[in-house]
């Protein structure tokens, strides 16, 4: 079974310019996160979708960080413009609906923004 | 809103000695807890879970008992190995909230020969 998918894997941007991360979940799984792993600190839920829906984007800066699930598979994040503190790692996980089902991660995007 | 709460770290054992790591939560509901493991180099991976309250979760010689009376999901493990140094996050999910996850902040252990 293939796991969770994420590109690129390393990425270094200028701050205010703009940068996406795209997620390729497992086959079957209708629930997707993305996530924000600041260096030395637990992944911050940014948007949790169900199928085409988000089901929390509470954390999402929404100013400037946008997200898309188009047919409810495949999702892209998008930052713009960048600033220095969006230095992280972004995780993608997926799961079968229900609370009870583990996420499975993606390896991450390490984002640089100098 | 939703937290977890892990003990700071980090946490050096020598092999073959006891492990705790304690975690708490906070939820309005009875959420799903989880432990996932992160070891040197991999990404996150799930080391055991529990549902319901009074579960006991299992995997690896580790386990963890979800107590609702206490919130608390603290992960054990009676003899360390070296292969288990990583870091070590509790995380729930919480069923009256469609679902919405939250992690601790992660644990490190490193276990010495």
């Known amino acids: 079974e293939a796991g969770v998918a994420q590109s690129p894997r390393y990425k270094i941007i200028e701050k205010r310019q703009s940068v996406a991360f795209w997620c390729n979940p497992i086959?079957?799984?209708?629930?997707l996160y993305w996530y924000q792993q600041i260096l030395g600190q637990g992944p911050k839920l940014l948007i949790q979708f169900q199928n085409n829906g988000v089901v929390d984007d509470s954390q999402l800066p929404k100013d400037r960080f946008s997200a898309e699930r188009l047919k409810g598979v495949d999702s892209t994040l998008k930052i713009q413009p960048a600033k220095l503190e969006d230095s992280a790692v972004y995780l993608c996980?997926?799961?079968?609906?229900?609370?009870?089902?583990?996420?499975?991660f993606g390896p991450g995007t390490r984002l640089t923004v100098t | 809103g939703n937290s977890v709460t892990q003990m700071e770290g980090p946490v050096t054992l020598s092999e073959e000695a006891f492990l705790t790591i304690n975690c708490t939560y906070t939820a309005t509901g009875y959420p799903s807890l989880f432990w996932y493991v992160q070891y040197p180099g991999e990404g996150l991976q799930l080391l055991l879970k529990a549902t319901k309250a009074d579960d006991k979760g299992s995997n690896k010689g580790f386990e963890a008992t979800y107590r609702k009376e206490t919130t608390s999901f603290h992960l054990e493990k009676g003899s360390v190995q070296v292969s288990d140094s990583a870091v070590y996050f509790c995380?729930?999910?919480?069923?009256?909230?469609?679902?919405?996850?939250?992690f601790g902040d992660g644990t490190t252990l490193t276990v010495k020969p």
């Open positions: 086959s079957g799984h209708a629930t």
């Open positions: 995380a729930l999910s919480d069923n009256t909230n469609a679902g919405k996850s939250t």
């Open positions: 996980a997926s799961s079968l609906v229900g609370t009870q089902y583990e996420q499975y």
